[in-house]
């Protein structure tokens, strides 16, 4: 049975979806179908395909009354939308069917676990919003409410832990066949923690522990919690809130947080071992990953930040919000973790331009190096003694734009830099992160599309991350050194056909 709300959903989304043409879209990044979008949800490998869910708001370019939005594609780069999934619409998420999680049931239909929202109107304040964790099951388009949400509530929290912030679950099956899941929520301390549930069968849950307390070390409420075994280790992944900077490790407001280190099985013990960011750019957050048929740990993160939503000016001036960014493969090296593009991407490239030992000390510009869809590898090194003072590189650049990259090896400082991206809002444009080399040695890998930019550096040790809405003529790319630098460059255009 699908609801009035859904229904309206989904011919709304039928309806205006054809108003925007696939020029105004990224080209091989996901966005929203029509309106709004944050966080993915639900990603997952199911029949065949992979399917992302996403928060949604229809309706609107900012953010209102969250449905789940739905889209399926076989190489995490084309994507096809299906109609919207979960609507506002039962007693319990009557005020948004907030993030979420996907797992295939023994009976081949597909599980989705999300938070439902109930907004209670408080007489001396600000309302107050009772979230409970809920249940959908379906076939991979229809997806039908269970008759027993809400599956967790109130009762099955610690005590003294907040019933208004606790969401987000993600869900697995462990490797007995029965089913896990973590969630985030805040204690007593007023900071963050995630909880471990375990079900048999995906429907009747159980509290089991606090698997990690944030003790106000990383900002406040943990959201989005993900948990997985990775190359020996144990990863948790989760997106902080209300963060203080770190030096440079961590920065003001919403951010994300990686812990690594071991899981005791038997006792579901997890023992901490490294922390960093995962993203040191500007625009990411809520990450979730999913395990590809073979082997791979995927994750994709909503590419943009609440701190930054305000970067396109006016609401409604633009006719979508919110995409996600490049699918990247994890793997944990040296304890720390390390990501790099899906390697898919490479079957999008063309029209390869190479330069080799292009050595520099001023700014310039190489033949059949420009355009808006790229795949750029940049390698680097001091030529000669003396290491370089500063390496640049700007695109999305004419006359007017530019957005830039640089790095000073001598005080190990790579920035981001899209001051000069058109904006006119005062939202951060500048990130800085540490990276260290030896002798100026860089290597990086820029994925341009047409609003965004992720670099990997020094194949994924860091990644740096920003949407960028330059115009699209702005297609220029240049080079820059203070001193002597040394640098190998290959080109290609990135189709998105
Ligand atoms: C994170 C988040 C989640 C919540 C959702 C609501 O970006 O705040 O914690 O479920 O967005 O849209």
């Not at 879209?25 to 029509?34: G, Y």
């Not at 599956?151 to 679950?169: H, M, N």
């Not at 066949?177 to 079900?199: E, F, K, M």
């Not at 290491?387 to 000073?408: C, D, I």
Request: proline share 5%; aromatic share 12%.
């Amino acid at each position: 049975m699908i609801s009035q709300t859904l229904r309206e959903a989904r011919r709304y989304e039928e309806a205006t979806d054809q108003m925007i043409t696939a020029e105004e879209r990224p080209a091989f990044h996901l966005s929203t179908r029509v309106g709004w979008t944050n966080d993915p949800n639900g990603f997952s490998y199911y029949q065949g395909k992979y399917h992302m869910f996403y928060q949604y708001h229809p309706y609107a370019t900012y953010w209102g009354p969250m449905h789940w939005g739905h889209a399926v594609s076989k190489d995490l780069l084309h994507w096809e939308y299906l109609p919207a999934a979960l609507a506002p619409d039962a007693p319990y998420d009557r005020d948004g069917c907030f993030s979420g999680s996907a797992v295939e049931l023994e009976d081949g239909r597909q599980l989705l676990m999300y938070t439902g929202v109930l907004r209670m109107p408080q007489l001396d304040g600000p309302s107050l919003e009772l979230q409970t964790q809920c249940l959908a099951v379906g076939d991979g388009t229809n997806y039908e409410k269970y008759a027993g949400n809400p599956v967790l509530d109130a009762k099955d929290i610690p005590e003294g832990s907040s019933c208004y912030d606790f969401r987000d679950p993600k869900v697995w099956k462990a490797s007995d066949g029965t089913y896990r899941c973590v969630i985030g929520n805040r204690p007593a301390d007023g900071s963050g923690q995630i909880l471990l549930y375990s079900s048999p069968d995906g429907f009747s849950w159980k509290f089991e522990k606090v698997l990690v307390a944030n003790r106000n070390r990383y900002g406040l409420m943990w959201e989005c919690p993900d948990f997985f075994p990775l190359d020996g280790k144990q990863v948790l992944l989760t997106s902080p809130q209300d963060m203080l900077p770190e030096g440079l490790e961590y920065h003001n407001g919403n951010g994300t947080l990686c812990l690594i280190g071991t899981y005791d099985e038997e006792t579901e013990t997890f023992t901490e071992e490294h922390n960093q960011a995962i993203d040191y750019g500007i625009d990411f957050y809520a990450p979730q990953t999913v395990l590809t048929p073979d082997g791979r740990r995927v994750m994709i993160g909503w590419m943009q930040n609440w701190d930054t939503c305000g970067l396109q000016g006016q609401k409604n001036e633009q006719k979508w919000f919110g995409q996600m960014s490049l699918p990247r493969e994890l793997s944990v090296k040296n304890g720390r973790l390390y990501q790099r593009p899906l390697r898919e991407l490479d079957a999008l490239r063309r029209n390869k331009v190479s330069y080799e030992d292009v050595v520099f000390t001023d700014t310039i510009r190489l033949d059949g190096i420009e355009g808006r869809r790229l795949d750029l590898e940049i390698e680097l090194s001091a030529d000669g003694e003396e290491v370089y003072k500063k390496f640049a590189v700007r695109f999305a650049q004419n006359e007017r734009y530019h957005t830039g990259l640089s790095y000073r090896p001598q005080e190990h400082i790579l920035k981001i830099d899209r001051k000069f991206s058109g904006s006119r809002r005062a939202v951060i444009h500048q990130r800085r992160s540490e990276v260290k080399s030896e002798n100026g040695r860089l290597k990086l890998r820029i994925i341009l599309d047409r609003f965004s930019v992720e670099v990997f550096v020094n194949d994924g040790e860091k990644v740096v991350t920003a949407t960028v809405f330059t115009g699209q003529e702005a297609q220029g790319v240049s080079f820059f050194a203070s001193g002597r630098v040394r640098m190998n460059v290959v080109k290609y255009d990135l189709t998105g056909e």
